[in-house]
């Protein structure tokens, strides 16, 4: 049987009320993404990108369709396996960093770890060394710039060593020279063996990673992947995988 | 001057590092006396009107002990002309005692309930954001329960401490107001202070089901688009 790859998505349904209507943020979305990927999804905004970074995260269920990761099909997992899975495989970053206000940058780092018996603060401290803190420790969120939180964002989501980091718009809230190096950081993540996963609007995003997948009304209508021998052409496929 | 700034500087440092020098470990009662400090102006308001609701219970529960002490005394013999008009007062109070003892506890409820869910509605973001990375709904409801069981804890003891200090003063005035001029006994026993704690647990317990069930009931994604 061959390898699978470690996120796979097929055939997505997922659909939203808003108010009376009812909005199809995913409509028949299937992807494939391979260990060790960056890819960008690119779209406008509603076009169901973040949709899709919910369901890979295992923070929703579609309607139809499976969402497997690392061979487990996420979407029949119950709430707190969920959790767990999250807890686990996932890093998560956000727009608006959603950091804890009361707390310090490395406290905000070791909050997915507070529950657990072994706390590797010296782990937490190395990793906000490494994204360029590492005298910002004791600051509280409000005592940094948009930036500075972004990377205590990223340090939180590397705590727990995840294959998996899903990031959506992670430049949409910084100034355009912090975002370079965010994204160079993310390009190191990604040459480590990290797979990232970025919904973004930043076409200084897409251009660093290795695939770029366009979505609009819920469809994927194009994507590019580059290669050894230059760039490969994705495209859409209806209930399948990946095409190359 | 700068040296002895220096000085200060590191051991402001070293408070907030272990004692082998890597940095305090973040642990969930942390995190709630954290928050809890956060919104200090609301919990200080919630801890009062706990406190003054335990006072009125452990005030009327002693008043009612006083009265049965008084007439388990004065059972033999002829009645004075007092304890005729402080049995009259013991059967209002028989009447009352249940009923103040239920509108503290309704309103303590009601206390609780309120600041748990003025903070889950606050807190929502954040709360959102906790099990967005990995905690779950079960850990996130054991850190609203940490916090609220910790105003409902302080609020019972400053009740209680409070009542130690004004039930003597209380007895030494003779209560001539609320006793329509009769010396009304008073008597603290530790029945009064067992049931004050009680109605402070059953109170959070129950205030707290309607928060819990938001938070429980809520998805972490609506929580995160409502902010986007």
Known sequence: MPDRPLIETVDLVKTYRVGSSTVKALDHFSIDIEEGEMVAIMGPSGSGKTSLLNLIGALDRPDSGTVRVKNVEIDRLGEEQRARFRKHNIGFIFQFFNLIPSLTAIENVLVPIMFEKEKPTRKAADLLERVGLGDRFDHLPGMLSGGERQRVAIARALINDPLIILADEPTGNIDSETAREIVSLFKELNDEGKTLVLATHDRLVAGRAKVMVKIRDGRMVRGKAHSRDGMMSLSPKEGGGREK | ?228
């Open chain 2, 1 to 228: 001057m700068r040296d002895r700034e220096g000085r200060l500087a590191t051991r402001k440092k070293a408070r907030k590092r272990g004692p082998d020098g890597d940095p305090k470990r973040l642990t969930p009662l942390g995190y709630i006396l954290r928050e809890t400090w956060r919104n200090r102006s609301r919990t200080f308001f919630s801890i009062t009107g706990i406190a003054s609701l335990a006072l009125l219970f452990i005030l009327f529960s002693s008043m009612d002990k006083g009265l049965e002490d008084y007439f388990e005394d004065e059972s033999e013999g002829v009645p004075s002309d007092e304890s005729k008009e402080l049995f009259k007062v013991k059967q209002v109070m028989d009447d009352w005692v249940y009923l103040i003892s239920v509108l503290c506890w309704a309103l303590m409820v009601l206390v609780v309930m309120n600041t748990a869910t003025i903070t889950v509605v606050e807190r929502k973001l954040e709360l959102g954001s906790l099990r967005a990375i990995g905690i779950s709904s079960v850990q996130v409801s054991f850190l609203v329960i940490g916090s609220m069981m910790l105003i409902v804890a302080a609020g019972i003891a400053s009740g209680l401490l409070a009542s130690l200090v004004l039930i003597p003063l209380l007895d030494i005035a003779n209560l001539s107001m609320l006793g329509g001029g009769l010396d009304l006994p008073l008597v603290y026993d530790p029945v009064s202070i067992l049931n004050t704690i009680l109605l402070g647990l059953g109170s959070g317990a129950l205030g707290l089901i309607p928060p819990l069930l938001m938070i429980i009931r809520s998805s972490p994604v609506e929580v995160l688009r409502d902010a986007g």
